[in-house]
Structures are given as C-alpha cells and as structure tokens.
C-alpha cells in the first residue's frame, strides 16, 4: 500500500456525490425523451419531463455550491493550465495511457498535493467544469421556459438551436462520464479510486 | 404589352375595383351603425337624432370583415337587402342564413377543401351529437371573420392562435357558450393542468390536434370527439413520428415532399418538440462516436487485464 493523500475535502465530496446523482438521473431521462417512442419507453415521458426539470435544477444548485467553494479553497490551483509546452505534456501523458501503462512504466506526472490531475486529466476536467457546465446550464434553463426564446435565429427556430447546442453538450459530458469512470478503474487498485471519493484520501501507486 | 390588351387590362381592373366600392359602399351603409360602439338614427315622431349603445354581439369588426375569406362580399349578399332600412323590420331576425354547403357543395372549384367530407364528419361530432341543428358550420367560422390558416404560409404560431381562437370563442365566453348550454364553460386551464408548459402547448398546438383524429380526406378533421377519447398520451406528439406530420404540419410536410422529395427540416425548425425533432445526421455521428470510445477502452481493459497480470 502506497502513501495516501488527502485530496477531496468533504465539500468536495459532497458535491461530487450529488453530482453524479443528479448526472446520471439527467442522462437517463434526456436520452428518454429525446428518442422517445410509443414503442420503446425507458422512462415514462411525462415522468421523464418532470424529474430532468428537477435533477436539472438540483445540479445548477450544486454546480453553484461547487462554485462557492472552488473560489474560496486551494482547489483552484489544480484547474490553472499552464500553456506553455501543454501539447507536448499532454502527448507524453496519452503515450502513458497507450503504452505505458502495459509496461509498467512510472506515471509520468503522479499525483501530489499541489498537482492532483495529470494534464491530460486537468485539460477536460477545466472543459467539463467551466464550458460544458455551463453551457448545458444555460441552454437548460431557456429549454424549460422556452416561451423566453426568440422565435427565430437566422432562419432556424431559437428553441431548436438551444436544444441542439443542449444535447450536444449533454452527449459530450455523458462522454466525458464513460471515460470518467473508466479512468477511476486504474487507480493504484482496481477500486482505490472509488474509496477516495468516499473517504476523501488518495491512494499513491 | 400591346395598347389593346393594355386599356381590355384596365378596364378588368377598373370593373374590378368599382365592384368592390360597391360593396364598400353599401357595407359601410350598414357599418355606420354596426361597425360603431353607438349608432345615431333619425327619430320622426319627435325630430331629434337619437343616440344609442349597439348591442356588442351585434357589432362587426369591420377590420377582421376585410380579413375574411368572404372579405369581397356584401352585407346584402348574405343577409335580406331589407335590413337596409331601419328600424329593421321584426320578422328579419327569422331570416333563414345561408350554409356553407348551399355556395361551396358541388362546386369544382372548392374540391380540394372537400365540404362534403367535412360537413359528414361534423355530423359526428360531439357538437352536432349534442345540438342538432342549431349548432352549425357558423358556431366556429365567424361569418364576419372567417380567416383561412393552415393552407397560408403564415407561421405555425398564427395558424394556432387563429384555429385555437375559434374554439376559445365559445369555450372561453360565458354568453356565446350559454346560447346553447345551461351550465357555465369550465376553465379551459383547469381542464388541461394536467398539460405541463401548457402555455407553451396552447401556442404551437392546436385543440383539434388532440381533439379530433386525423381524417384522410380532409385536411382539417371536423369530428371532435368525446372528451374521453381526447389525446393525452405525449409521446404520440413527442416522438419521431408524431401524429402531428399528419394533422398541424401534414400541409407543409406535402409542399415540401413535393418540392424537393423528402420532409424537409424546415418543417420542425419553427419551433422544437422533444422527441421529435431529429437531426439524423447527429444522430450518427453520436452514435459512430460513442462506439468508438466503448470499443477503445474495451480493447484497452483486456490489454490491461491480460498484459499486466503476465508481468
């Protein structure tokens, strides 16, 4: 057993369990009704409708209470990319992944108190969090008040276009979860990562 | 344009224009008083001029009368020439009214409207089912207002707000709705609050498309149907193929067939339905994408599982 590092603090924590509820809850029910059918039902619509609205909400709360405290805390400093000589890190840590890993080479940026993403991890975690966010927050609360929208954008109707920029940005971030926790799985054990997003400490390989 | 054809052209335009003068001139005859909050007349026994309030179910919006689809009419072309004068003579009021069937039946010219089709199918109505005669074609197509809707180019929003109106009329009007019930309309938003976003729905959606099934052989379906027998399920509007390609958008999906073979996405982007609108393109590419991944970290997992466990 390797050295353990207290990285996520109990808001963190608690926000990413809220989080994920309210993710999976939105993914489930978006992708109901977006292909929904009288033949295949996951979700009834009606049902479908009303709890997206509210896990909807529920995760605009939480991405604010996780605002709150990005702002106020040391977390900030694992969000700042640096720019210089990023594409190149950013190769050295995809070769880890492809190959690296099967040689059981040394991660070639481990995780440490100041640093706790590797760049490729900290390059999608600022996309997820500071683009995807809120674009999806933003196009979902006109999408609920859709009589707000205007009418029409160069041609094309103002709600389609909202709709369309709001399931694209939900396919990216249900990508983004796939990944997710397919990453989670190759902590310093299969499950180490699971536990730290319990009990808030880290697992050094 | 030869000189001929030319003064035979102005002459067409110039008869034309006199006729509808005409009409002009004689409706505003019946205007004056009819279009106006109060109507002043003559009084011979006592030689003053009297003013008085017009009855407001009595007035007509001379606006929406030059709207119409009978907008080239005159008064007197429906109603007795003897309500020229005034006071109107008592026995007026059982003039019979013409129906639409008595111009349009058996008039090639109307074909494609199908009036046959259409008055069949009001005869099943809950309406005609409940009043008989005295609910007629004129309950819902105000002779002094009548405008057509869907087979215009006017946008989704309007042909709603004026198909929608037509019910609302009555339905949402204590005293047009007395004439034939004893009770009160009930609310139609209470009624439906069971429809979420209903504001929303009651803009882009018409009563009839829940109210009525699609009829082939007219384009708009005048059965309307027993409460119970109403369109509560969503997902028959909200999905691929909604019900409402046939019935709200079945005009423009033809138009659009027509012209350029296939239902054309400028149909939907008016507006957005959940479930319905798909891009299928997007589709794809998602799909394609969403693939790849499962198929990259799959191989990468038995490589982790079968390369890591040898070493």
Same mark, same amino acid.
């Given at each position: ?205 | ?209 829940? #109210? ?38 079945? #005009? ?60």
């Amino acid at each position: 057993m390797g050295e353990k590092l207290y990285l996520y603090p109990v808001w963190l924590r608690v926000w990413h369990a809220f989080n994920a509820i309210f993710f999976l809850v939105l993914l489930v029910t978006g992708i109901s009704m977006q292909y929904s059918s009288p033949d295949l039902i996951i979700v009834p619509f009606e049902l479908a409708v009303a709890s997206h609205n509210i896990a909807g909400i529920g995760i605009a709360i939480a991405y604010l209470f996780y605002l709150f405290f990005f702002i106020g805390s040391s977390n900030k400093q694992h969000y700042k990319i640096q720019l210089k000589g990023l594409v190149g890190r950013l190769l050295t840590q995809m070769r880890y992944y492809i190959f690296g890993v099967f040689k059981k080479e040394e991660a070639p940026f481990p995780t440490s108190e100041n640093m706790k993403f590797n760049p490729l991890q900290q390059f999608t975690y600022v996309g997820i969090m500071f683009v995807i966010f809120p674009v999806l927050i933003l196009t979902g609360i006109p999408l609920m008040f859709p009589e707000l929208i205007v009418d029409n954008v160069f041609g094309i109707g103002g709600t389609l276009l909202t709709a369309i920029l709001h399931a694209a940005a939900g396919f990216i971030a249900s990508i983004f979860l796939v990944i997710h926790l397919y990453f989670a799985t190759m902590g310093s054990t299969f499950t180490s990562n699971f536990k730290s997003i319990i009990n808030g400490y880290h697992e050094v390989h | 344009m030869n000189k001929r054809f030319k003064t035979q052209w102005i002459l067409a335009l110039s008869l034309f224009a006199f006729s509808l003068t005409v009409s002009g001139q004689q409706n505003q005859q019946c205007l004056q008083c009819h279009g106006q909050v109060f109507y002043e007349y003559d009084n011979e026994w006592t030689g003053l001029k009297d003013k008085r309030p017009m009855n407001p179910f009595y007035h007509i919006d001379s606006v929406k009368m030059h709207q119409t689809v009978h907008k080239a009419f005159a008064c007197t072309d429906c109603h007795s020439p003897e309500y020229e004068t005034f006071p109107h003579s008592g026995e007026l009021r059982m003039e019979e009214k013409y129906a639409c069937i008595d111009c349009h039946g058996g008039d090639d010219t109307y074909a494609q409207f199908n009036f046959e089709g259409i008055e069949a199918a009001f005869m099943e109505s809950v309406h005609y089912k409940a009043n008989d005669e005295k609910f007629n074609c004129w309950m819902c197509h105000d002779p002094h207002g009548y405008q057509l809707g869907l087979r215009t180019d006017e946008s989704i929003k309007s042909v709603v707000s004026l198909s929608n109106q037509m019910c609302l009329d009555c339905h949402d009007n204590k005293f047009k709705y007395g004439l034939l019930s004893d009770d009160l309309p009930k609310d139609i938003a209470q009624i439906h609050a069971w429809l979420p976003n209903q504001g929303n729905h009651f803009n882009k959606v018409r009563c009839i498309d829940c #109210h009525t099934k699609v009829e082939d052989d007219i384009l708009v379906s005048h059965k309307i149907l027993p409460k119970t027998e109403a369109l509560r399920n969503c997902v028959d509007c909200h999905s691929a193929n909604s019900v409402l390609m046939e019935s709200l958008y079945a #005009h423009r999906v033809k138009q659009s067939r027509a012209q350029s073979g296939f239902i054309n996405a400028t149909i939907l982007n008016e507006g957005y339905m959940i479930g319905a609108n798909r891009n299928t393109t997007l589709n794809v590419v998602s799909i394609v994408l969403f693939g790849l991944l499962v198929l990259g970290l799959s191989i990468h997992l038995i490589l982790r599982l079968t390369l890591l466990k040898k070493k």
